[in-house]
């Protein structure tokens, strides 16, 4: 295969990872290295879409006492993720004020709670899931930043 060729093939498997992840959405920004790497080692690294922009910089801005851990990490490295994540952030709706302060969970937003309204507390919790924060024990292809309907597969009671 030549470099044309292997480019075109490229673009097209592309294109059906965008398609997959819903026709209505915008593609997925070039992720990370410096998130994939630093924001990915303990948990999966949460998309920026998830969350707006105030919320990830208050994220960013605690990270010596992370949800009862250290997770600090180099000042420049911590800016470079933090200016990504806020570009690449879920946009406020016009007219929709945001709740103050911004949340520091995806699974205490508004659209979390509401995307997930039938699944009760305990499911959460149960050891199969390990809480609503393990988006890929439900959400088999997360790990690729892919949470379409059609992935979805809740563990065994
Ligand atoms: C040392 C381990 C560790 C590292 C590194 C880490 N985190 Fe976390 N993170 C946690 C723990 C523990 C939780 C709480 C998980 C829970 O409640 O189930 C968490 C939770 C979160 C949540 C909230 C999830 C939710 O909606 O409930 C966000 C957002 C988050 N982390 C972002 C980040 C970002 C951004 C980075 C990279 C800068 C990062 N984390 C790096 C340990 C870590
Ligand atoms: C216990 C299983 C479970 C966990 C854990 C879970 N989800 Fe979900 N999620 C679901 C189910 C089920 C739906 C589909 C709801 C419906 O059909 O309307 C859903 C819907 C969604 C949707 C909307 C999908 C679409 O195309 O409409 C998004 C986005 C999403 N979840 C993100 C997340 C994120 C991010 C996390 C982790 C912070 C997470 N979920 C954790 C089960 C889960």
């Known amino acids: 295969m030549n470099t044309h060729r292997i480019a075109v093939s490229l673009l097209a498997a592309l294109a059906g990872i965008t398609a ?5 959405k915008a ?8 998130w994939q790497e630093e924001c990915g080692s303990c948990h999966l690294a ?3 879409r998830f969350l707006p922009a ?7 801005a605690g990270l010596g006492d992370h949800f009862g851990t250290d997770a600090s990490i180099e000042p420049a490295v911590a800016k470079e993720i933090t200016t ?3 570009a690449n952030a879920r946009k406020p709706k016009a007219g929709k004020p945001e709740p103050v302060p911004p949340p520091l969970r995806i699974t205490e ?3 979390f709670i509401g995307e997930h309204d039938e699944i009760s507390a305990a499911r959460f919790k149960s050891p199969a899931v390990g809480g ?3 988006c890929a024990a439900c959400h088999r292809t997360a790990d690729q930043g892919n949470y379409s ?6 563990p065994p009671k």
């Open 132 to 134: 609503a924060a393990n």
């Open 20 to 24: 997959a992840g819903g026709a209505t």
């Open 109 to 111: 937003t508004r659209w």
């Open 149 to 154: 309907e059609r992935n979805i597969k809740l």
């Open 54 to 60: 105030a919320s990830w910089q208050r994220v960013m």
């Open 27 to 34: 593609p997925p920004p070039a992720p990370n290295l410096a």
């Open 46 to 48: 949460y998309p920026p």
């Open 84 to 86: 990504w994540l806020a």
